[in-house]
């Protein structure tokens, strides 16, 4: 069965204290790994996509990577404004639907 | 901005009534995704429409059904509502098989 697993469910940082997300899956056949960030009350905001192991893509604070197993999200100097849920979510092969974790829930404090 | 919208933001309904809720995916994509999320929990897949046909559903009963229209924006319907339904619904937005899909605000259903 397809699955996606992440750790931690929450995390409190001090501003500027780095960290990475983790995102395990379990999938036949992966098409995309995706990364969303989520405010509470509102919808995903889209952040990246992955394809294939050994990727990197990276925007402003964060970067993310894959391998045949899990997905990082690396979270470098985070600022108070990164807090929200970040979630991850797989798209297996000759479907459309995303498979999502549950999320971790990241608190940045100043 | 995604360019994704839904109607309306927030829902109250009781318990047994039927509710309709609306999206209007970003422009130039042609299907259309619906997710429920509970609290504290993932998107789940609901079903996913595409040129007005279903294409693909997840693990969700009958009352749960849907619309797409020419101009590619859909409605979910939910009929016999049951308290468990109370979740925030989430429509996406994207090309068929395309890798980003994108998430309109979502609409918060509370049923009583």
């Known amino acids: 069965e397809d699955q996606v697993t992440q750790s931690p469910e929450a995390l409190r940082l001090q501003e500027g204290e780095s960290s990475s997300l983790n995102c395990s899956y379990t999938?036949?056949?992966?098409?995309?790994l995706f990364w969303y960030r989520q405010d509470p009350g509102k919808g995903p905001e889209f952040l990246f996509t992955l394809y294939s192991a050994g990727e990197e893509k990276e925007k402003e604070r964060l970067k993310a990577t894959l391998t045949k197993k899990e997905s990082f999200l690396h979270i470098t100097a985070p600022k108070p404004e990164d807090s929200a849920t970040y979630l991850c979510a797989v798209q297996p092969y000759n479907t459309d639907k995303l498979i999502f974790g549950t999320g971790t829930r990241l608190q940045v404090f100043p | 901005e995604t360019g994704v919208t839904q109607s309306p933001t927030h829902l109250i309904k009781t318990r047994g009534q039927q509710v309709t809720l609306r999206c209007s995916s970003q422009s130039g994509h042609n299907t259309v995704s619906w997710y429920q999320q509970a609290l504290g929990q993932g998107p789940q897949f609901i079903f996913q429409y595409y040129r007005e046909e279903e294409n693909g559903r997840g693990n969700f009963p009958p009352r749960f059904s849907g619309l797409q229209f020419p101009n590619y924006s859909s409605e979910l319907n939910v009929n016999a509502l049951e308290l468990d339904d109370s979740a925030l619904y989430l429509c996406?937005?994207?090309?068929?098989?395309?890798?980003?899909?994108?998430f309109g605000q979502g609409t918060r259903l509370t049923v009583v």
């Open positions: 999938v036949s056949g992966l098409r995309g």
């Open positions: 996406a937005s994207s090309l068929l098989q395309g890798l980003e899909a994108f």
